[in-house]
C-alpha cells in the first residue's frame, strides 16, 4: 500500500508520497534513479524528490492509503479562522488555501459536490461559488484580495462572510451587493 508523508501549511495539510525502498519506487519516473544509500525520500506534487526527515517543521505524520490520503476539509480548512484566499460556498462556507492552489482546491471540493464535473472551477462558479484571490499585480505595496464571481451575483450568506473577512468594501463586493441585494 502506497505511504504518504503529511505536512501542515498555513491554510491545511499536503502530502508527498513516501518511499523508503527501492521495491517501493518501482513502476515509477525515479526506478533506478534513487539509489538506496539516498532513502527515504519524499516525491512532491512538482514531480520532484528530496530526502525525508521527521524534523522537518511542518512535517506530521506518516500514513498508509490506497486512494488520497487527506480529506477535502483537511487539505483545504473549511472556515478557517484568518481566512485569506480560497473558495467560498453560497452558503458562507470557506475552504483555505494560498494564492497557488485555487485549482487544486476546486477539483477537490467539486470532487466532493458535484462528482461528474469535467471543468471544477467553472462548475464551482456557476453553482455560485466565490473564488477569492490574491490581488497583488507586482507593482502594488501590499497584497489584497479580491473576490471573483463568474456569475457576477452574490448570497446573502455571502455577503455576510464577506463583512465578518473585512471585504464587504471592496470595489468589486460592493457592486455584486448592489446587483443582487434586491433578489435576496
Known amino acids: 500500500m502506497p505511504k504518504y508523508a503529511i ?19 518501482k513502476g515509477t519516473k525515479f526506478e533506478g534513479i534513487i539509489e538506496e544509500d539516498k532513502l527515504p525520500v519524499v516525491i512532491g506534487s512538482d514531480g520532484g524528490y528530496h530526502h525525508f526527515t521527521e524534523n522537518d517543521y511542518m512535517f506530521d505524520r506518516l500514513v498508509e492509503s490506497d486512494g488520497c490520503p487527506l480529506k477535502l476539509e483537511e487539505m483545504f480548512f473549511k ?62 505595496r501590499e497584497h489584497g484580495q479580491f473576490v471573483y464571481s463568474l456569475t457576477g451575483n452574490i448570497s446573502k450568506k455571502q ?5 465578518d473577512l473585512g471585504l464587504y468594501n471592496n470595489p ?3 457592486q455584486m451587493i448592489r446587483d443582487c441585494e434586491d433578489n435576496w
Open 172 to 174: 468589486e463586493v460592493r
Open 79 to 140: 472556515n478557517q479562522e484568518g481566512f485569506k484566499l480560497g473558495w467560498m460556498s453560497p452558503e458562507g462556507d470557506t475552504y483555505s488555501c494560498d494564492y497557488t492552489s485555487h485549482t487544486r482546491a476546486a477539483a477537490m471540493i467539486a470532487a466532493k459536490f458535484f462528482p461528474k464535473t469535467k471543468l471544477p472551477e467553472r462548475t464551482l462558479g456557476k453553482a455560485g461559488w466565490l473564488k477569492i484571490i490574491d490581488s497583488w499585480d507586482g507593482t502594488q
Open 7 to 25: 505536512y501542515k501549511s498555513a491554510t491545511g495539510y499536503y502530502y508527498n508520497e513516501y518511499h523508503d525502498t527501492l521495491e517501493s519506487l
Open 159 to 163: 455577503a455576510d462572510k464577506l463583512f
